[in-house]
């Protein structure tokens, strides 16, 4: 093999490698939803090809190569290396127009299916439309369990937080986030970022469903950071 | 390789000793354009496997009896021809570039590479997912598909003609791997490699300046124009640009944008697809300069009357 039959293969190979590892470590579902997890698949399985295909074939063939471009296409997995397991949170979060899907009276709701728990998003409907929540049977009082990060919004009351976690489609780059505000009793304040589990009721507070919570623990980040 | 390679490691421990990769704006950053390139990556080598099987093993009589159809029957037929050929935008452009380099017309192959990431029956079914919850699926996908047709046909005449040479930037690899087959198999992944390098250079440009733009400024920004229509396309125009989303995950944002009108939602499924900031570096890698500078001129202007005489429909 060539010089820059060997460059090509040795990139191709890098990213067949990188997306095996991606899959077999579960990374993947940091950056990809589940929908578009075949694409990695796929790349992975193409990428392997045809680093096979440029190897075998490839003494009999030239061709230029771009050396800065091959290093820049390694730059996405090193900078992975770098920086494991990244999550998005309270910056990412207050960087985005909308965690609010559909607005009041467009929203055709569904009931929930047998053992399904009301999340983020069953609430954020329920405070855009008091159809959907008789619906799902919000009412005041509605015991919730919520497992998210903490951020803090503009325009919360004082003492107040929101508990907030992504929802992705395709990748992490289209990540909408669903956030619910926290009334806690106590004043103990929480940073943003910080994961929780909080179990306790909503509370309809002028049509805004709030949580008022009962216990707050802090936890480690999910495997899954996002909801599906 | 031993160089890169231990320039690598170096980085990464740099980066894990000093805990930079702890810090927010590292982490958002990491994760979107990872997560940009991760996704797209996999459609830049599938649109170079087509590009160099188009290269190779089809022959050029098949080219040259397109290339002898009138334009005014390749374009619409090009155009359409996206619906058989359900890739992201990524994936498109290398194929454009090769039907280019092997006869098709130019207006046909840019019209074909513009209309394939929206009409494509992925896209179009994503579209109608999204927009069901709010009633208006088959109008949403009717608005997006009849206005990203006309932009594309209105930008492949406006563009293409020129002709191929005025059009395509050349690359070194062109004529070097084209005069140098010792088989067919061997040919074939010289392109496939030297495509799939070539356009996925410009695709981790063009991502870290989107995920870098994402992570530094606040989308609220344009959302104090966000009930004036014209100003409010513009604006969602602009958050496609910098978001550079796949056409198939696009709708499930752009139903989200609420404060905004829903011909301002359109014009952001329109225009997204067709420029934003990945596809720029991309467009570079296979067209001259003046290409983006054109088809800002054309989709700008298409993309905004589409969404406005949409919105007024739906009145």
Redesign the interface.
Known sequence: MRGP?S??????AV?AGF?VW?VASGEIY????PR?YW??V??AV??AA?TL??A???R???????L?????????V???????R???????A??????????AG???PAALGPGEKVSFAEIEYASESSKYAATVGITDGYPVELTGFVTHPAGLAAGNFALTRFSI??????A?PHSVTIAPRDDKSYP??RWLTIEGHLQDVDGDYVLVPESIRSIEEPEDPYIR | MLVVLLVGIAAVLAVRLTSAGDAAVTQTFTLIFTAIVVEALPFVLLGALVSAVIEVFVPDAAFQRLGRLPVGLQLPIAALGGFAFPVCECGSVPVARRLIRRGLDPSAGVAFMLASPIFNPIVLASTWVAYSSRGLAWQMVLGRGLVGLVLAIAAGWAIGTDGAQALLRKRADDEEVTHDHGSKLGAFAEHLGGDFLFMGKFLVIGAALAAAIQTVLPQSFIAGVARTPVIGSLGLMAVAYVASLCSEADAFVAVSFTQFPIGSQLAFLVFGPVLDFKLTFLYSAAFRNRFVIRLVAVAIPVTLAGSLVFEALLR
């Open positions: 039959s460059i090509k293969a040795v990139v191709l990213w997306f991606l940091r950056y990809i939803g578009t694409v990695v796929f790349g193409a990428a045809a295909l440029i075998i074939t490839g009999r063939t030239g061709g230029g190569v771009d800065i471009g091959a290093l820049a296409m390694l730059l996405p090193v900078i992975v290396f770098a920086v494991p990244p999550s998005l949170g309270a910056l990412a207050s960087h985005k127009l909308s965690g609010v899907p559909i607005t467009t929203f055709q489609y395709c990748c992490a780059a289209d909408v943003d970022d």
